[in-house]
Antibody, heavy 117, light 107 residues
Framework: QVQLVQSGAEVKKPGASVKVSCKAS????????ITWVRQVPGQGLEWMGW????????IYAQNLQDRLTLTTDTSTSTAYMELRSLRSDDTAVYYC??????????WGRGTLVTVSS | DIQMTQSPSSLSASVGDRVTITCRAS??????LAWYQQKPEKAPKSLIY???SLQSGVPSRFSGSGSGTDFTLTISSLQPEDFATYYC?????????FGGGTKVEIK
């Protein structure tokens, strides 16, 4: 079955960077994209960006594109989300999801990133 | 960016009720709309893609309809496990914007 296993919770100071991993299994990694979505506690879902797992082509949300980098490692079927220059309002749960072009169909469990001095 | 507006933002319903949630896009998105369900402290779950196609394993009491700018998610007979927050998302263009969510609560 399709599984997306994300790395554990992180606590970072303002100005630091965080890198969250998302290891895929149960399907051919390069046949799909990976979408990243975040959710501030108690709020709605925010689309962050998408990466083609096969070609590495990326599309970012405009409000994050200066600080966000999405990558994949096809040898380990793992996607990565790196967010730099963290601020307190980046405190959120970060989700990866398998993207098949018409929607996402499988989600990771989420990674809580807390930004606090 | 395409804005997605859901209504209502919350509703109270009883088990067995028919529930309808609407989602309006600020411009036409053809049928490129998806619906997700999220329970507290859990990851979202994908329900519907391309307006009306059910993801694998989703019960048939869930259905979707619409096209262009106006869409609906219907739960034909609300079950206890359906109390959750529901989000729509457009897949017509980037950024893939979400609606603000509709919380379905127990009456």
């Amino acid at each position: 079955q399709v599984q997306l296993v994300q790395s554990g919770a992180e606590v970072k100071k303002p100005g630091a960077s965080v890198k969250v991993s998302c290891k895929a299994s149960g399907y051919s990694f390069t046949n799909y994209g990976i979408t990243w979505v975040r959710q501030v506690p108690g709020q709605g879902l925010e689309w962050m960006g998408w990466i083609s797992a096969s070609y590495g082509h990326t599309i970012y949300a405009q409000n994050l594109q200066d600080r966000l980098t999405l990558t994949t490692d096809t040898s380990t079927s793992t996607a990565y989300m790196e967010l730099r220059s963290l601020r307190s309002d980046d405190t959120a749960v970060y989700y990866c999801a398998r993207d098949r072009g018409t929607s996402v169909d499988s989600w990771g469990r989420g990674t809580l990133v807390t930004v606090s001095s | 960016d395409i804005q997605m507006t859901q209504s209502p933002s919350s509703l109270s319903a009883s088990v067995g009720d028919r529930v309808t949630i609407t989602c309006r896009a600020s411009q036409g998105i053809s049928n490129w709309l998806a619906w997700y369900q999220q329970k507290p402290e859990k990851a979202p779950k994908s329900l519907i893609y391309a307006t009306s196609s059910l993801q694998s394993g989703v019960p048939s009491r869930f259905s979707g309809s619409g096209s262009g700018t106006d869409f609906t998610l219907t739960i034909s007979s609300l079950q206890p496990e359906d109390f959750a927050t529901y989000y729509c998302q457009q897949y017509n263009s980037y950024p893939r914007t979400f609606g603000g969510g509709t919380k379905v609560e127990i009456k």
